[in-house]
Every structure is written in structure tokens, then in C-alpha cells.
Nanobody, 124 residues
Framework: QVQLVESGGGLVQAGGSLRLSCAAS????????MGWFRQAPGKEREFVAA????????VYTDSVKGRFTISRDNAKNTVYLQMNSLKPKDTASYYC?????????????????WGQGTQVTVSS
């Protein structure tokens, strides 16, 4: 089992940047594919980005390609989401999630563990 704790959210103006971090407990972090999801009020949780266990493979939803970068440091048990050129429509609670196995997924139900979320608010 793994516990996930996100940090790094906050209030930023449009065009600004934030870096989210997700720290994982336990010694098996490198066995999990990791994902970032977001959920705005009144909307369903949506996929943002995911990364394979080794960090060698990444996938993004189209709306963040070229602006967001997912990365991980297995030595630090941490996954990151660098968010640049933020837009008001990026406003949401952001969650990291862990999935047992190598393959990443865009489907929330295919992830086994979730953090509590961190709020990102982008003002216009």
C-alpha cells in the first residue's frame, strides 16, 4: 500500500507557473505507474498526465500538451507536475494517483491509490 500527499497548489495569474509535487510513502514507489488528474466543481475528474514506472514514458491530455510536464524521482518517491502558461480553465483540484504495474492509464478507476488533492486557482 502507498500513501500519497500532494503539495504546491495555490493562486496564480494567467500565464504563470506552478509545480505540483506528490510524495509517496513506502519503499515500492518505483513499482507504480503514476498519474495526475484534476476535478473542477460540478465536473467529473479528468485525466491530465501519467508516467510509467521508470519515467521513460509519458502521456498527456491534449489540452495541456506543451504546457505541462510530468516527471518523477524514484529516489525521492516523488512525482511532479510542472505547469506553465496556466489558464483560468486549468483551475481545479489536482490529484495524484498510483497504479500497480507498468502501463499508464487515462481512466481514474484503473488507479489504486489517491492523494487528498491540492487546489490550483488561475485568475484572469
Amino acid at each position: 500500500q502507498v500513501q500519497l500527499v500532494e503539495s504546491g497548489g495555490g493562486l496564480v495569474q494567467a500565464g504563470g507557473s506552478l509545480r505540483l509535487s506528490c510524495a509517496a510513502s513506502g519503499r515500492t514507489f518505483s513499482t507504480y505507474a503514476m498519474g495526475w488528474f484534476r476535478q473542477a466543481p460540478g465536473k467529473e475528474r479528468e485525466f491530465v498526465a501519467a508516467i510509467t514506472r521508470s519515467g521513460g514514458g509519458t502521456v498527456y491530455t491534449d489540452s495541456v500538451k506543451g504546457r505541462f510536464t510530468i516527471s518523477r524521482d524514484n529516489a525521492k518517491n516523488t512525482v511532479y507536475l510542472q505547469m506553465n502558461s496556466l489558464k483560468p480553465k486549468d483551475t481545479a483540484s489536482y490529484y495524484c494517483a498510483a497504479r500497480v504495474g507498468y502501463y499508464v492509464s487515462r481512466t481514474p478507476n484503473e488507479y489504486d491509490y489517491w492523494g487528498q488533492g491540492t487546489q490550483v486557482t488561475v485568475s484572469s
